[in-house]
């Protein structure tokens, strides 16, 4: 609950401040000491950090100043306070996972998505939690709209250090719904790219449908992360990485939307979470959207036919893909690993590389049931999570509206517009693979419509 | 020199040897002992190894020997004294990686392809000497047939310890030739499978058309060790994996073979080397091959000629990849890198991700190219290596010729049939992308008919 000397979270989008960089009238000094501010505030109450090095970020944000005042930053986001999720490697820092069985590790190196951050003048501020292993058990951050309710996961840490300002941007990663979950719980915009869009040698998530992902205080702030990122270190090794142009893609108004209800709308979402999607519907129609659903289109009917399974498809993938390393830290030492990492590891214990590449096979075969839509729509919409976040920090809460595009491989982006019961609730839009830019340019025209 | 003392580098073969461990005529125990005796005597000549756990060898071989005995092997290579490349994850080993930036560093867990070797039974003996990085400066392995030429790397320790019969196979890695051409300089087998597949999580060669390669002391060893990887830990996250039969598959006559000449065979080859594969090409006439060249098949020719830059298009794609990296490694400390990779960092300093996408692109095309060869013969054959291995201890030798099938990310083997002044050779064969069970086949009826 908010205690009477706490305010409202506030998100502080950066790419706007930085206007005022070059004359002097604000510096990345001091939109840091803000930061610094607002994490003696916030931090004692949300444990949104696992370890900081406040000093280091001071330092870069000293430099990035001079840069600014120069005229010459490394790129737009020269100067930004992030997070990293604390499965991603950095050099100055321990990379505990969410684990005591890695308390105190180094890397002794920066993960490319961290070191092309650096590159790009970003400031470090510290690591963000993750629940163990970037799995399902929490570790403890709390929601700020209401600290009796979760953040979400895994990236926990870094959408709550996103949504009160500690920072304005942090990396997160998703293999289910890592990234859409926390950002919709704690009222940020999440922005989950193309599968191997951004390059994730150094982040210990391995799983074939894994991305990094960003979590940002304005859709500019996202998007400009995640291209400075690209631009330096390139997708996965092999891919063409995140497509797009060198700032947020113009707003787009979209011709026509899917609205895909998946299993979630029957099995979990609240009336309050259906209003907001329904009204929000309305309005699109309003606005001359042409919408399809499932009631009007084949396509979008076959897909929502196949994502009836998509949750367990996309646990066994990932089950297969992390049985070696479940069976290995239970060898270390079980008695440091929680009961739901270990029921899992055991439920995948007996996959075999046959099912798994029948499974592979399954997950192929979706994909092109979604591809076939881009002929009927623009994007899908959807809910971002069920509700807005639960009580109770045991759990980080409800996936499956995060599953569709993790299983899809597509990018998907959790937008701010909703509320339920008084917290935050994303609208999700769902783009089609290695078309991100577009994804964005109607997210953008939906913040703005709304 | 090989001195009065030592004997001839002998392999040790390890699947032909299970068959008396049964009747407990020999035991995995035994044969470890041997290896440990190998050890004693080769090691302080050859250095191949970083470090060892003997004590976890010799209790790992205690408990495969009471498997065998109890008729219940984990696998067929239940008990095989093998050896890890130091770029690969071990947990009770450092990692070090071939640079003395990370003397001393723990992962703190086996990579996914170790954890198979151990569910496997294997008896891991320790940690090969890789080159820096498993780039290009070596790191003072010594090639037992004559201690003052190289190993070749970057599998250097791996190759080396397999030829003298310390371990009956080793993990290796390859993104230029860092699996063919030291298994061509040894004498031993070497197998480089299709790119991804094999797993390479915890493995630190994170470029896309490298791959975990097997050195090991026959087809069938090598063959075996991939297996069992991969059907215990698949291929890297979202691939099928190595495909084909629980054992070696059975050695298969091709009706045609096409002859690669590759850019070295003008620049490099040594008289020698181009006797060896000339006179080969002569018996497998004679056995009724057909053999296909550039002077009589227009899509060898079109290969040939996509070939001539393969060199500088793979280190490109590799020095985009790499880029970030060595450039964090420089900021760390640049005294602690060698001159060479000094250079390569600076050279691929400037590369762009655009240049990158387009180098992409161009791989991409080349490897259609190769693919359409499927119509007009069953493999490839060329040489290895241009020569025999070198004498000088500063370089690792000529890579050319292990760049084709890198390049292509397509199965190829080192087959030692040659010899080029007392010297081991390999004869190689590049098979079709996903098709390693093939080119096994071939390579079988290739030693069966030497």
């Not at 990293?84 to 590790?105: C, H, N, Q, R, Y």
């Not at 920072?167 to 599968?195: H, M």
């Not at 699109?284 to 949750?311: F, P, Q, W």
Request: aromatic share 6%; net charge neutral; hydrophobic share 40%.
């Amino acid at each position: 609950m908010l205690a009477p000397d706490q305010t409202r979270p506030a998100m502080r989008p950066y790419l706007a401040a930085t206007q005022n960089f070059a004359s002097g009238k604000n510096t990345p000094r001091q939109f840091l000491e803000e930061s610094l501010a607002l994490f003696e505030q916030w931090e004692p109450r949300i444990g949104a950090f696992v370890c900081t090095n406040l000093s280091a970020a001071r330092a870069a944000a000293e430099r990035s100043t001079e840069r600014w005042r120069a005229g010459k930053p490394l790129s737009p986001i020269d100067g930004m306070p992030v997070g990293i999720k604390d499965i991603i490697e950095t050099v100055d820092m321990p990379t505990e996972m969410g684990s005591p069985l890695f308390a105190g590790w180094h890397a002794q190196k920066d993960a490319a998505s961290v070191r092309a951050l650096r590159d790009a003048g970003a400031v470090i501020i510290g690591k963000t939690v993750t629940t163990e292993f970037a799995a399902s058990h929490p570790r403890g951050t709390r929601n700020p709209w209401n600290t009796a309710h979760t953040p979400g996961g895994s990236s926990s840490g870094s959408a709550a250090s996103v949504a009160v300002g500690i920072v304005s941007a942090a990396l997160g990663t998703q293999v289910i719904s890592s990234t859409v979950r926390p950002a919709s719980y704690c009222g940020c915009v999440g922005f989950k790219p193309s599968v191997n869009a951004i390059n994730r040698e150094g982040s210990h998530d391995y799983q074939s449908q894994s991305c990094t992902g960003i979590l940002g205080a304005s859709l500019e702030d996202v998007w400009q992360v995640a291209h400075e990122i690209v631009a330096r270190v390139g997708g996965d090794a092999g891919t063409p990485g995140l497509r797009g142009p060198d700032r947020l893609p113009a707003a787009k108004k979209p011709q026509c939307l899917a609205v895909l209800e998946t299993p979630g709308w029957q099995s979990a979402a609240t009336e309050g979470a259906k209003r907001s999607l329904n009204d929000c519907v309305a309005r699109l129609k309003s606005a001359g959207v042409d919408i399809c659903t499932r009631r009007n289109n084949s396509n979008v009917e076959a897909l929502e036919l196949d994502l009836v399974n998509a949750t367990e498809l996309s646990h066994q993938c990932n089950g297969w893909e992390n049985r070696w390393f479940y069976r290995a830290m239970r060898d270390r030492d079980a008695g440091k690993l929680s009961r739901i990492f270990l029921e899992r590891s055991e439920k995948y214990e007996n996959l075999t590389l046959d099912q798994h590449r029948a499974d592979l096979k399954e997950r192929t075969r979706i994909r092109a049931v979604h591809a076939d839509l881009a002929d009927a729509c623009d994007a899908c919409i959807t809910l971002a999570a069920p509700s807005a976040a639960p009580e109770g920090l045991g759990s980080t809460g409800n996936p499956e509206f995060g599953v569709p595009s993790s299983l899809l491989g597509v990018p998907s982006l959790s937008l701010p517009l909703f509320e339920d019961g008084g917290m935050p609730l994303g609208l999700q839009v769902i783009g089609f693979f290695d078309r991100d830019a577009d994804a964005c340019a109607i997210s953008s025209w939906l913040m703005q419509a709304r």
